[in-house]
């Protein structure tokens, strides 16, 4: 069985730009989650999105946002780049979201802004 | 009452020896504990994990020790191998809530 895969693995924008990332999900998985990874702020959870609706949603801004299609393969999209957001984007797919069910993750898109 | 906090921040173990990781948290709702095992350039892998109504659960070298009531739990690693070497997450989670992360733990095992 695959796993999570994300694309773009690496890349490189400017301050202002705007970027979409993308992530499928383990066949089968209706899950799908996002996280920014940085040396200073650790995991810090995005959004999930379940059968193509947002269900949960962490505290960053208006700039980050995602949406799932309904083969469960999901986007995110991050407006306004500034050199913040430079960070791995790691996304994570589980079969329903409920707790007990193992996140699998794919191995991120390094996002770096110039 | 969201967070997990994690301790130590480095570990620096010899071939062989037991690495131990500790994890603390405040919200009595969480049900399900994950350790994950990132290595650079990847993404974290699911190592082991644990529910609250069991108190240690072991797959190979790696166990998860889990106090309810002291509201922690840890990881052990028995006979730890330079292969080991990695960072390790503990994270909680609750009904369909987000998974919650601790900071991290840099292992390196000496040879």
């Known amino acids: 069985k695959a796993g999570v895969t994300q694309t773009p693995r690496y890349l490189i924008k400017t301050r202002g730009q705007q970027v979409t990332l993308s992530c499928s999900p383990i066949s089968g998985h209706r899950s799908v989650s996002w996280y920014q990874q940085t040396p200073g702020q650790g995991l810090q959870f995005l959004f999930e999105?379940?059968?193509?609706?947002?269900?949960n949603k962490g505290n960053f801004p208006g700039r980050f946002s995602g949406r799932q299609f309904s083969n469960s393969r999901s986007e995110m999209n991050v407006s306004t780049l500034e050199l913040g957001d430079s960070a791995l984007y790691l996304c994570?797919?589980?079969?329903?979201?409920?707790?007990?069910?193992?996140?699998?993750f794919g191995d991120g898109t390094r996002l770096s802004i110039l | 009452q969201q967070q997990v906090k994690q301790s130590p921040q480095s570990l620096i173990v010899q071939k062989g020896g037991i690495s131990i990781i500790n994890c603390a948290y405040e919200?009595?709702?969480?049900?399900?504990f994950p350790w994950y095992q990132q290595f650079p350039g990847k993404g974290p892998a699911l190592l082991i994990a644990?529910?609250?109504?069991?108190s240690e659960k072991k797959e190979g070298r790696f166990t998860i020790s889990f106090n309810k009531s002291a509201k922690q739990f840890s990881l052990h690693i028995m006979d730890s191998q330079p292969g080991d070497s990695a960072t390790y997450f503990c994270?909680?989670?609750?009904?369909?809530?987000?998974?919650?992360f601790g900071t991290g733990t840099r292992l390196l095992v000496s040879p």
């Open positions: 994570a797919s589980r079969l329903t979201g409920e707790s007990n069910q193992p996140q699998h």
């Open positions: 994270a909680a989670s609750w009904g369909f809530q987000k998974l919650v």
């Open positions: 644990i529910r609250p109504d069991v």
């Open positions: 919200n009595t709702a969480f049900d399900y």
């Open positions: 999105y379940f059968s193509e609706t947002q269900r």
